[in-house]
Nanobody, 115 residues
Framework: QVQLVESGGGLVQAGGSLRLSCSASGDIFSLNVMGWFRQAPGKQRELVATIISGGSTNYADSVKGRFTISRGNAKNPVYLQMNSLKPEDTAVYYC?????????WGQGTQVTVSS
């Protein structure tokens, strides 16, 4: 079992930056695949970025060059640095982990980008 809690969301003007953090508890030593997803109102949840234990990363085309996913320590295993934010980045952002053949999600943190 893994519990994930996001923090760092908020309201920011277009062009601004935010850094999202994800804290983890439970089976934290098996967090080999982690990532961030987002869901805007009326839309499906979509991949933002993933990172595996070896450090390889993957990004949605819409955020490449603006967002950076990185690994932290066991208790705070993943971050998302978001720069040059756009109004279309407005969404609830979810921390994600794939552990022992199961998907885990946090409760989400709201990111709102004003124009």
């Amino acid at each position: 079992q893994v519990q994930l809690v996001e923090s760092g969301g908020g309201l920011v003007q277009a062009g601004g930056s935010l850094r999202l953090s994800c804290s983890a508890s439970g089976d934290i030593f098996s967090l080999n695949v982690m990532g961030w997803f987002r869901q805007a109102p009326g839309k499906q949840r979509e991949l933002v970025a993933t990172i595996i234990s070896g450090g390889s990363t993957n990004y949605a085309d819409s955020v490449k060059g603006r967002f950076t996913i990185s690994r932290g320590n066991a208790k705070n295993p993943v971050y998302l640095q978001m720069n040059s934010l756009k109004p279309e980045d407005t969404a609830v952002y979810y921390c994600y982990a794939y552990v022992r053949y199961r998907d885990y999600w946090g409760q989400g943190t709201q990111v709102t980008v004003s124009s």
